[in-house]
């Protein structure tokens, strides 16, 4: 057996070939099918970019109609899951939620191979389950989806229950393009691994799910809220920040285990803010703590290459459309759901079981 190749955590090991994103740490790029994932998440819309991810190339005005059509047939949460979503107790996480709901949305007509029209159906109805639970958890109404909304402005209506303003669904929508895909990432992994037993898109989804919710993955933006509550004013910024690097605490939101320069995401993040209302406090302080984290990153930590990641700008921009915390992660989940079936997808096209060894280090019996 050939054990060179091992590395912990598959370090540096290429699991699979894909067309779908090219992620570049040293150039500081995201590449979605050739296309610079920033400059799109500034200029198109989250269904045109569902399109490139799934088709491989942007769509033309009547594929986007017939795309967007399908978001909004696709929508409506099934009766059978509104009565299982009531019965589920109150203090289950809504990623558990949404889990346990693309689970029981299984019929027959999701066995392999997986196809575009079964990946619509899943995503359109993610932002509905997140909604709907929402609003028992409150004891209120459910919102029922807008049939002439598209899928962002749609999610933001049904969340808050009034129609959203332009800024507030751009802003959210360029969120979303920058978040659906970034290349070999552990949920994405698992999507691809559950696929390639030839097992069911919903399967591959609820795996996705299931590694999405674990705080190494999808649970850092909220900590970043947390940090710009706890620093509170612009006053107190410089000595919040100086005494944790003095602690040699990690400030939230600063360096990358990828990207050694700017993270594009947090780059195109920052642009959008910038159009949301300039009279925006909470905005007003995340800029003032960029820049001096920026500045004291560099006093404190010369030469470590440290910058904004997307995670400052991600609670920055989720905080300003007025997504609570606790569906941060839930949001990511709504965006992701179009990587995750790109990839599945893309290896059932050229499918090869995944079956790796293992080192094995334990006793070998005397003979
Ligand atoms: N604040 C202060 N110092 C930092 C930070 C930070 N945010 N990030 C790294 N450093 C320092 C480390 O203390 C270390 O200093 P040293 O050389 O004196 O020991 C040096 O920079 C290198 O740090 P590593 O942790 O080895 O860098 P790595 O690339 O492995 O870590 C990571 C990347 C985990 C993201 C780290 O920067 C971090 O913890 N950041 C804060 C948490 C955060 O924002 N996470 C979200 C990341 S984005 C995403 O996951 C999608």
């Known amino acids: 057996m050939n054990t060179t190749q091992w590395s912990k955590g598959l370090e540096g090991v290429i699991a699979a070939e894909t067309a779908i ?30 399109f490139l991810l799934w088709y491989g190339r942007l769509p033309s005005h009547k594929e986007l109609m017939t795309l967007s059509n ?39 007509s999701y066995q392999w191979p997986p196809t575009i029209e ?23 109404e459910p919102t029922a989806p807008h049939l002439s909304l598209d899928h962002i402005a749609n999610y933001l209506y049904m969340i808050h229950g009034t129609s959203p303003s332009l800024a507030h669904v751009k ?33 591959s989804m609820t795996g996705a799910i299931g590694a999405m919710k674990g705080p190494l993955h999808g649970g850092a933006p909220s900590e970043v809220t947390e940090m710009l509550h706890e620093i509170g004013t612009k006053e107190h910024t410089e000595s919040w920040l100086t005494s944790k690097l003095e602690n040699n605490e990690k400030l939230m939101g600063f360096g990358h285990r990828v990207y050694k320069t700017t993270d594009p995401r ?30 004291l990153l560099d006093q404190y930590k010369p030469g470590r290459k440290l910058y904004t990641n997307v995670e400052f700008y991600a609670a920055a921009v989720l ?24 990839n599945v997808i893309e290896q059932s096209i050229d499918n090869r079981i995944f079956r790796p060894q293992s080192l094995y280090t334990g006793e070998i019996p005397t003979p």
């Open 171 to 203: 802003a959210l929508t360029t969120y979303a393009i920058l978040t659906m895909e970034h290349g070999m990432n552990a949920s994405t992994f698992s999507s691809r691994v559950i696929a390639s037993t030839e097992s069911d898109l919903i399967s």
């Open 118 to 140: 079964q990946a619509i159906r899943l995503t359109a109805v993610v932002p509905t389950i997140i909604a709907t639970r929402t609003a028992i958890l409150k004891g209120k």
């Open 319 to 342: 905080k300003a459309v007025e997504i609570p915390n606790e569906l941060f992660t839930p949001t990511f989940t709504l965006s992701r759901m179009v990587g995750w079936t790109a």
């Open 21 to 50: 994103s090219l992620v570049d740490g040293e150039k500081g790029k995201l590449i979605y099918r050739g296309y610079d994932a920033k400059e799109l998440s500034l200029n198109h819309s989250f269904e045109e970019i569902c």
């Open 266 to 295: 947090a780059e195109a993040l920052r642009e959008i803010t910038g159009k949301l209302s300039e009279e925006d406090v909470w905005l007003e302080l995340a800029y003032h703590v960029e820049e001096t984290a920026l500045r």
């Open 70 to 108: 399908a978001f909004r047939n696709d929508r409506a949460l099934p009766e059978h899951l509104l009565h299982i979503m009531k019965q589920l107790p109150p203090e289950m996480s809504m990623m558990s939620v949404i889990r346990t709901l693309l689970s029981a949305l299984e019929d027959p």
